[in-house]
C-alpha cells in the first residue's frame, strides 16, 4: 500500500470538513440517542471513491444507524457535489464504515484495569 499523495490528503480533507456539515445540516450527526461524527475520510488515488469512517458515541444499533446513513448516500453526495463543485472535477462515490477505533480504545482500557485489579488481589 502507498503513502497517500499530498492531494489525496487535500481532498480527504476537503470532504471530511463538508460532510461533517452536511451531517449537521441534515441532522445526521444526533440519531439513535447518540452522536456521528466524520472520523476520517480515505480517498483513492484515483479520487473516484472516499471511505467515510464514521465515529458513533452511544448509539444503541450502529448497524441500522448506517444502513439509515447509505439510504440517504444519493442524497449527501449529491449535497457534497454542490458544495466541492469548483474544487473537484468529479464528486468522489461515498462509502460508509463505522470506525471502531473509540471501541477498540475502551476495550483495551478495561483489559489493562482488569489485569491491574488482577495484579493487585494476588
Known amino acids: 500500500m502507498q503513502a497517500e499523495t499530498k492531494r489525496q490528503k487535500q481532498v480527504a480533507g476537503l470532504i471530511n470538513e463538508e460532510l461533517n456539515d452536511i451531517f449537521r445540516r441534515m441532522g445526521l450527526n444526533m440519531m439513535d440517542g447518540g452522536m456521528i461524527s466524520i472520523a476520517s475520510v480515505k480517498i483513492t488515488p484515483d479520487l473516484f471513491e472516499a471511505k467515510v469512517y464514521l465515529s458513533m ?63 493487585n488481589n494476588k
Not at 453526495?77 to 463505522?98: A, D, N, Y
Open 57 to 119: 458515541f452511544q448509539i444503541k444499533d450502529t448497524q441500522a444507524t448506517l444502513h439509515t446513513i447509505e439510504e440517504k448516500n444519493k442524497e449527501i453526495r449529491k449535497e457534497l457535489g454542490t458544495r466541492v463543485r469548483h474544487q473537484l472535477r468529479s464528486v468522489p462515490m461515498l462509502k460508509f464504515f463505522i470506525d471502531d477505533t473509540l471501541d477498540y480504545v475502551f476495550k483495551m482500557e478495561e483489559l489493562f484495569d482488569k489485569i491491574k485489579k488482577d495484579e
